[in-house]
């Protein structure tokens, strides 16, 4: 009898362990909300790819969720994804509008460039004295 004790405390244990080592959505978004702020501070692709995979790997924990019948969960969850994809989207956009105006600084200086450069072509040039 101590032996089937021993066994069910055992099993008991590894799905207590297996639980707590399973990633909530709750720390999906937490997880989501840190790699956002670090793509909002350094917009770099590798930031925005680790931010789509959080969306991602939170997408699969909402369809469990969906599954297991725990759908009000789900919906929150699901209210909280959506602020975050809103917040995402607007860096994205921030970061777009940054390189955009880059863009648009170079040419202006590639035009100007262009202009000194015609406007020295132009220019009067001393007659040589034999």
Do not use: W
Not at 31 to 59: C, M
Not at 91 to 117: F, H, P, T, W, Y
Request: aromatic fraction near 6%; charge should be negative.
């Amino acid at each position: 009898m101590r032996a089937g004790r021993s066994f069910f405390l055992l099993v008991i244990g590894i799905i207590a362990f297996g639980l707590i080592g399973c990633d909530s959505p709750d720390r999906t978004l937490e997880s989501i909300r840190r790699d956002l702020a670090a793509y909002k501070a350094n917009p770099t692709p590798d930031a925005e790819i680790k931010v789509e995979q959080g969306f991602k790997k939170l997408d699969t924990q909402l369809a469990e969720l969906n599954e297991s019948g725990r759908t009000a969960e789900a919906a929150a969850v699901e209210s909280m994804a959506s602020n975050l994809h809103g917040d995402f989207r607007a860096a994205r956009m921030v970061n777009s509008l940054r390189d955009a105006q880059s863009a648009i600084e170079g040419i202006g200086s590639a035009i100007k460039d262009a202009g000194k450069s015609i406007g020295d072509v132009f220019k009067e040039q001393p007659t040589p004295t034999p």
